[in-house]
């Protein structure tokens, strides 16, 4: 059999995130197998235009688009133009995501609202625009980045809203990957462990990192590239029999 079946030549993807850390390493490994590539971010996202310069300059093909993950009508746009200058949308990566955290007797309702809000409706907002255009032609594969902290729980961090919302990702991808498991869209979630982008490298998480490093089997953080062959993976034709996976991606975290 050939390697070929892992490449995404002639395919259109939409990237949520794709301005910073995950999402923006996501969209350039996407592009790196061939396919072409919409990168959504907020609208003051400088990193978006950095993306698509990145990929623009390896020779791929992209676009940006700015718009928020909590509005339909955003995502709606975005796939639009994403079909009608790339062409028609065949794979989808859902990494926008936020993390705060705080002790949850005290938690302000707006506090856990905005965290669902983004990381679970946010996630089900994307799905659903993405697969408005893939089911009416039976051809799609989309990821959603949930995280370790949705079967696990994070020791030390005071998190239970992000940790609630990524559990939900998770059984939100497993519910659409049967919804969809006949229309010829597969669903599925890849889930971190501790990985060095903004949301975990800034210097006053720098003691906290330590301790992520030392708690993870392996002995240290991913990077943003080792995230790359898991996406590049499960949305290529490599994985025409996965749907409703959740790919844990932790240097081992959950076993201990
Ligand atoms: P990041 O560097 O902060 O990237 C997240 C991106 O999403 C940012 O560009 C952010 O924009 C954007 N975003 C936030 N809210 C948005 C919204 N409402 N609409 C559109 N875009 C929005 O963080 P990351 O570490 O790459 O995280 C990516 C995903 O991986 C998240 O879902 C996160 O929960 C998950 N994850 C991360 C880790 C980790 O250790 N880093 C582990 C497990 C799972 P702004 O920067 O402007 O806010």
């Not at 910073?20 to 907020?42: K, M, P, T």
């Not at 919804?179 to 010829?184: A, H, K």
Request: glycine residues 10%; aromatic residues 4%; charged residues 15%.
């Amino acid at each position: 059999m050939s390697l070929d079946i892992f490449r995404l030549d002639g395919q259109v993807a939409l990237v949520t995130g794709a301005g910073s850390g995950i999402g923006q390493r996501l969209a350039l490994g996407l592009a790196e197998a061939g396919a072409a590539v919409g990168c959504f971010d907020l609208p003051h996202s400088s990193g978006i235009a950095q993306t698509v310069r990145g990929i623009e300059a390896a020779g791929g093909r992209a676009l940006a688009a700015a718009g928020d993950v909590t509005c339909a009508e955003d995502l709606a746009a975005a796939v639009a133009a994403v079909e009608a200058q790339l062409g028609p949308l065949s794979v989808a990566l859902n990494c926008a995501g936020i993390a705060n955290a705080a002790p949850a007797e005290m938690m302000p309702r707006e506090q856990w609202q905005r965290m669902l809000d983004v990381n679970l409706t946010g996630i089900f907002l994307s799905c659903q625009a993405e697969a408005a255009v893939m089911l009416p032609r039976k051809r799609g594969a989309i990821v959603n980045i949930a995280s370790m902290s949705g079967s696990i729980v994070n020791r030390g961090l005071l998190q239970a809203h992000y940790n609630s919302s990524k559990a939900a990702v998770i059984h939100l991808s497993k519910s659409l990957a049967m919804e969809w498991c006949d229309r010829g869209v597969r669903v599925n979630a890849i889930s971190p462990g501790y990985t060095a982008t903004p949301m975990n490298t800034r210097p006053e998480v720098a003691d906290q990192r330590k301790v992520f490093e030392a708690s993870t089997p392996m002995g240290r953080m991913a990077t943003v590239d080792e995230l790359v062959g898991p996406a590049v993976f499960l949305v290529s034709a490599a994985a025409s029999f996965c749907t409703g996976v959740d790919l844990l991606v932790d240097g081992g975290f959950v076993c201990w």
